[in-house]
């Protein structure tokens, strides 16, 4: 089995953590923003503000499908890492493609209803709570993905079951 960490890799990984954080970051402004139009607009907000909601909705579909394309690299290297593939790569393989394909849908269903009418929620904050629950959705996909790639690209040394590639990762990336 070929266990050599590239610097492909290495770097596949570091974009990977890196859209994490910017993924992280947009859906906390995307949150704040709704927070702020509902306190500034005690009433129903605007059409508009729906409208804004699914613009904003679109960019962060833009930043899943950048962040879902590093991990697709990251995945077809480590495949080739773990050649022939073990089934765990296989299986997070196969497990991250269902995911990313279910997320997309969600958050396309989503858009699709805030472009669809101008009054797509009947509240507000009933159209806060349907993104906050995508949102936790994608935080589950996110920290589940990350326990994964942990175990396959540890990124510490005081890792306490450190992996073949433990050394390697902390040499190299």
Request: glycine share 2%; net charge negative.
């Amino acid at each position: 089995m070929k266990t050599d960490v590239t610097s492909e890799l290495c770097q596949t990984f570091k974009d990977w953590q890196a859209d994490d954080r910017r993924l992280d970051s947009c859906l906390e402004s995307i949150r704040e923003w709704m927070l702020s139009v509902q306190l500034q607009d005690r009433q129903q907000p605007k059409s508009a503000a729906f409208a804004e909601t699914a613009e904003r909705l679109a960019k962060l579909r833009d930043q899943i499908l950048r962040h879902f394309a590093h991990e697709n690299e990251m995945l077809r290297q480590l495949v080739h890492l773990y050649s022939p593939a073990s089934p765990e790569v296989m299986a997070f393989k196969r497990q991250t493609d269902a995911d990313h394909r279910c997320l997309l849908d969600r958050l396309e269903d989503l858009y699709r209803k805030l472009v669809g009418s101008d009054r797509p929620f009947e509240t507000w904050s009933s159209m806060m709570d349907e993104i906050d629950i995508y949102f936790e959705s994608l935080g589950v996909h996110q920290r589940q993905e990350a326990d994964r790639v942990s175990m396959l690209i540890p990124i510490r040394r005081s890792d306490p079951a450190p992996s073949p590639l433990t050394e390697r990762l902390d040499d190299d990336c």
